[in-house]
Each structure stands twice: as structure tokens, then as C-alpha cells.
């Protein structure tokens, strides 16, 4: 009786395997995914690709590494999930054009796959938001200054009312 659930679970174990190994060699070699990664706080998700590079004039918002992945044959690669900049979207860079109102710092979250990463919540500049940074052509009315507040996840950081 022991031995027939034994060689059951063993079976269905072995089931599982194969369906889930189906699934990944179903897709040819070097397709992307076009979902996106889950949102890091309440900016709106953007939709992109992963890459091994980040084209210029994007940014992105999740990393993925792997040892002799798609990346990198030979050792550690990371591949990048890239999006376009846009008002809104939690992103892993600032481009240029953009500012940022928000702050979020994980450990091997989605911006560095093996330590401490920051994420923006990017904006597009314009008079009477706070910035955390003050853009080409702008200036600034206000200051805000908050230890581990939205301009900086570790230390003091300062927001700008922007004006412009």
C-alpha cells in the first residue's frame, strides 16, 4: 500500500515535470515576453521587453540574472525589461527629459538583480509638483526636506516645488 503512493506521487511528480518543461522549450530560442513586471508601488505598469541592453531614450523597470543565460554565455548576465520613459511608471533610471517624485529601495529587487536597487517614480516636469530633482528650464518656489522620505529611501532627501 506504502509502495503504490510512493510510485503515485512519484508519477504525478514526474507529470508535472514534463508538463513544466513543455511549456519552456515551447517558445523558440531568444523570444520575449511581452508582460509586464509587476508595478513597484501605485505607479502604473508599462508594457516593453527584456533585453540585454537598454536602448537609448528608454529605460527600464526589472532586471533578471542568470548564470550562462541569454546574456552572457559564459558566466553572469543580466537582462533588462525594457520600457519606454513615461509619466507615472516606476522606473530603474532618471531620462533625460524626466524628473522624479518618488523613491522606492529594495534588496535584489527589480532594478539590481543582486543587491540594493532604486526605483523612480518618473514625472514629466511641469509648475506646482514636487520634484526630486530640478530639470533644464525650471526652478523652484518651495523646499521639502524629509530623512527617508520620497527623494531619497536612506538618508535626507529634498523635494523642489517646481515653477517654470
Known amino acids: 500500500m506504502k509502495r503504490s503512493r510512493i510510485r503515485t506521487a512519484v508519477a504525478a511528480a514526474a507529470g508535472v515535470a514534463a508538463l513544466a518543461l513543455g511549456a519552456l522549450t515551447a517558445s523558440p530560442a531568444g523570444a520575449t515576453t511581452s508582460v509586464a513586471p509587476a508595478a513597484l508601488g501605485s505607479g502604473v505598469e508599462a508594457s516593453g521587453f527584456w533585453a540585454c541592453t537598454v536602448p537609448a531614450g528608454k529605460t527600464y523597470s526589472n532586471t533578471d540574472r542568470r548564470f550562462r543565460g541569454s546574456c552572457n ?59 526630486c530633482t530640478i530639470p533644464p528650464g525650471f526652478s523652484y518656489t518651495d523646499t521639502d526636506r524629509r530623512y527617508r522620505g520620497n527623494c531619497n529611501p536612506t538618508d535626507w532627501g529634498t523635494a523642489y516645488r517646481l515653477v517654470g
Open 73 to 131: 554565455p559564459s558566466g553572469w548576465g543580466t537582462s533588462y525589461y525594457v520600457v519606454d520613459p513615461a509619466d507615472g511608471i516606476w522606473a530603474c533610471t532618471v531620462p533625460s527629459g524626466y524628473t522624479y517624485t518618488n523613491t522606492d529601495r529594495r534588496d535584489r529587487g527589480a532594478c539590481n538583480p543582486s543587491g540594493w536597487g532604486t526605483a523612480y517614480l518618473l514625472a514629466v516636469p511641469r509648475t506646482g509638483i514636487w520634484a
